[in-house]
């Protein structure tokens, strides 16, 4: 409770200015003033933890080289990361009405698909449920793969488990969960995800500035709730290492109020009827 204390009266300016610099200069991540009470409530457990009595402390710990452990707890802690099934129902609508049918129509015989940012996996398993789904109803014999990435190792762990406990099971429709999920735990009310779609993920921990460009080559990469925690110049370096690993007709897609043209200009967006996305300019 202490802690709690202490941190609102280090609100001051230059407090969170000293943090904000810092988020910027160890991890290019940009966050705002308006964000100041977001995301200083969602460091203070982390702070805690550490015994980091002030904002400006955790700022010289991001700065110090060691512990390097703490710059991805940050990121971790700070980074938002969408722990509902199917939460993302405008990239779903596109994947269902234009993605896979274009694939399918056009006689491709295995995709590739780049999951960014999958947190604890329920959005990555959304995604291969959905991928399943409707290459069955569409009637197309296409071999899925989905690579899906997050910065933590805690994170990466949880989602290759595919385990998850009733209270993390918000959003996922019945018929899913009866089709997909297997009790594994009945006193504990846990669930795994089925052999057969786990069989169409790999789950990987990805440091984005680092290792984007070295992704392989995919047909589709899906980066929600990403592109908003860089600055401007690391976001365009990403959006090009994008660009590095999509095939030369390949797709790009990101959440709505993410823009991409203003930071790379090599790619132009696509209003289709299903949704906005991009392709690379050709």
């Known amino acids: 409770m202490q802690m709690a204390s202490n941190l609102d009266n280090e609100f001051s300016s230059d407090e969170y200015q000293a943090l904000q610099l810092a988020l910027q200069d160890s991890l290019g991540v940009v966050v705002g003033e308006d964000g100041r009470e977001l995301i200083t409530g969602k460091l203070q457990p982390l702070m805690v933890r550490e015994r980091l009595n ?34 993302y129902p405008e990239i779903n609508r596109l994947i269902n009405n234009y993605i896979l049918p274009s694939l399918i129509e056009k006689q491709h015989t295995g995709c590739r698909f780049w999951l960014v940012g999958c947190g604890q996996g329920q959005s990555a398993y959304s995604l291969a449920m959905l991928l399943d789904d409707a290459r069955q109803q569409l009637g197309g014999e296409i071999d899925i793969e989905i690579v899906a ?134």
Not at 69 to 84: F, K
Request: with cysteine; aromatic share 8%; glycine share 4%.
């Open 54 to 87: 002030r904002l400006s402390d955790l700022a010289k710990a991001l700065r110090q080289e060691s512990p390097e452990t703490i710059r991805s707890d940050v990121l971790e802690a700070i980074t938002t990361h969408n722990t509902q099934w199917f939460g």
């Open 149 to 282: 990435t997050d910065t933590s190792d805690k994170l990466i762990e949880k989602a290759k488990s595919g385990v998850y406990d009733n209270t993390e099971l918000e959003g996922l429709p019945q018929s899913r969960h009866r089709r997909y999920l297997i009790a594994v735990d009945n006193a504990q009310q846990q669930w795994r995800v089925s052999d057969a779609l786990r069989d169409m993920l790999q789950f990987k921990v990805v440091d984005l500035l680092q290792d984007a460009a070295t992704m392989g080559h995919f047909d589709v990469i899906i980066s929600p709730d990403v592109l908003m925690y860089f600055s401007v110049p690391l976001r365009s370096q990403l959006l090009c290492d994008f660009a590095v690993s999509l095939d030369s007709a390949g797709i790009l897609v990101v959440n709505h109020n993410e823009p991409v043209i203003p930071f790379c200009d090599r790619f132009d967006m696509v209003d289709h009827e299903a949704g906005r996305f991009y392709r690379q300019v050709k």
